[in-house]
């Protein structure tokens, strides 16, 4: 049915209180989008630091644990140097005045010591004896030096399983 | 789709304005879908759109942008074609001014482009959505009889009578007459007035002469209106006969479309004098118009 000689105008729902209405409510929308935006990057930035944190907390407590062991090594090394220290202080003060060392061969379980000794009773009383009490077996040999003294070669050596007991004696008294 | 579903929620709101020669008659009808929700008339004192009645309207068509200003075509050169075809329509009319439809692919009415532009300039400031010819309302009023009539179908305005001859659906002869162009032909119409009466006998016209003296100005106004309207639809019938571009039948009968509330006499006019049977029907002209704009939309 088409009766009328014009057409009629076009007709739109967006009038000027419609399209504040429609404005205000996208401001609306959009700011809460926003906010809800926000709050989800926040959230995601909060839970990518808590990550960060946990694995951070987790890398230091590896170091720590490595710390940690390395401070018992290096506390170990300190310890066995100031043994050595000491076993070395006390192996100088075995060595009589009139005794020469040139070479000290320290071993895990033993000791080899090489010198020169102006005869052989010099070095069976004062050397060999406090080495026969510090180690279970010594053996010495001797060949003349140029001048008259003679040189010697002492092995000395501790039996395994008491140097277990010891071992095991020092890290009782570590702990 | 959006569109649909604004349109769903908002109220249609129908503005019709019929403008008579000294008034205009402003009908608003709010429908709901299909529903009629509310209805009022207002009339206003003036023939042109002025700001009492612009503010009406405004007022009104405010609270729905779904809002449609409907208004029933007055102007003088329009009518009404017997053909669709546009190598015959010249035949009958020079449509070179004018702005022309086909209805129901069996007759043209035209109006003038000219009063056509002048009405929409007129009614600027509120837009108009539809003109509406009253050849379509006078189809539309009488569309159960048209169809298989063979009669003379007339609507009646407050300036102009609009006349048109049925056959069974066809159109044979229509003409647009304007009652305030001839109002000044005073002289013609007394005259046939003085014809009319001397050829009653003496009773009758002493009981004319008493009702005369009797009715108010205003019926007696309504007289000489009615029976210009017969001098009209006279001339124009007889024209009808003699034209011989239209195909002439004999009418029997007339069914008038009243948008003005006629007195009887017209009805008296047309029987004595033409000898046709009348029949008339009283037309809301405002309604008329709404329930073509309403077509319109296919509500």
């Known amino acids: 049915m088409k009766y009328s000689y014009i057409n009629s105008r076009k007709k739109s729902a967006l009038t000027q209180e419609m399209k504040l209405l429609i404005s205000f409510f996208s401001i609306t929308l959009f700011m809460l989008f926003s906010t809800y935006l926000f709050l989800v990057f926040k959230e995601y930035r909060f839970s990518q630091d808590r990550t960060e944190i946990v694995q951070e907390r987790q890398e230091l407590k590896v170091t720590l644990r490595e710390m940690e062991d390395e401070n018992l090594l290096s506390e170990r090394v300190y310890t066995q140097n100031s043994v050595l220290k000491e076993s070395i202080a006390n192996l100088f003060d075995l060595i009589p005045a009139r005794i020469t060392l ?27 004896a406090p080495l026969r009490s ?28 008491e140097l277990e007991i010891f071992e095991e004696e020092e890290i009782e008294d570590e702990n | ?6 349109e769903s929620l908002y109220n249609k709101v129908f503005v019709n304005i019929i403008v008579d020669r000294s008034k205009s008659t402003v009908y608003i009808e709010m429908c709901s ?14 023939n042109s759109l002025n700001n009492n009645m612009l503010e009406f309207i405004a007022t009104n068509t405010e609270e729905s942008p779904y809002h449609y200003i409907s208004i029933l075509d007055r102007s003088a050169t329009q009518g009404a074609i017997p053909t669709c075809s546009k190598n015959k329509i010249a035949y009958y009319e020079d449509v070179s001014s004018v702005e022309y439809k086909c209805f129901n692919e ?16 007129d009614y600027e400031k509120l837009g108009l959505d539809f003109i509406f010819s009253p050849f ?12 298989d009539h063979m009669a003379m179908f007339i609507l009646i305005e407050d300036s102009y009578i609009s006349l048109s001859v049925f056959d069974n659906g066809q159109l044979l002869f229509s003409e647009h007459l304007d009652l305030e162009h001839t109002a000044n032909d005073e002289l013609l119409l007394y005259e046939d007035i003085n014809e009319f009466t001397e050829s009653k006998d003496v009773e009758e016209e002493f009981n004319e002469n008493i009702l005369e003296d009797e009715m108010p100005i205003n019926e007696a106004d309504g007289f000489n209106e009615d029976y210009q309207r017969f001098a009209l639809i ?9 034209d011989e571009r239209y195909d002439s039948v004999f009418i029997e009968s007339v069914y008038i479309a009243d948008g003005v509330g006629v007195s009887n006499d017209l009805k008296r006019y047309l029987e004595e004098e033409m000898f046709l049977s009348v029949y008339i029907r009283h037309v809301d002209l405002a309604t008329r118009v709404c329930e073509l704009a309403k077509s319109e939309l296919g509500i």
Not at chain 1, 110 to 118: K, M, Q
Request: hydrophobic content about 40%; proline content about 2%.
């Open chain 1, 102 to 128: 040139s070479q000290a061969d320290l071993l895990e379980n033993g000791l080899i010591l090489y010198g020169i000794t102006p005869n052989k009773d010099v070095y069976n009383f004062m050397l060999q």
């Open chain 1, 134 to 161: 510090i180690f279970h077996k010594t053996y010495s040999s001797f060949y003349p030096a140029e001048n008259g003294w003679l040189r010697f070669v002492s092995t000395n050596h501790i039996e395994s399983d």
């Open chain 2, 1 to 6: 789709m959006l569109g649909k579903i604004f």
């Open chain 2, 33 to 46: 879908k299909d529903k009629v929700v509310n209805s009022y008339e207002e009339v206003f004192s003036t």
């Open chain 2, 106 to 121: 069996k007759w043209t009415y035209f109006t003038s482009q000219e009063e056509l532009y002048s009405l929409q300039k």
């Open chain 2, 136 to 147: 379509v309302i006078l189809a539309d009023f009488f569309e159960d009889k048209i169809n």
């Open chain 2, 234 to 242: 006279q001339s124009a019938v007889n024209g009808f006969y003699k």
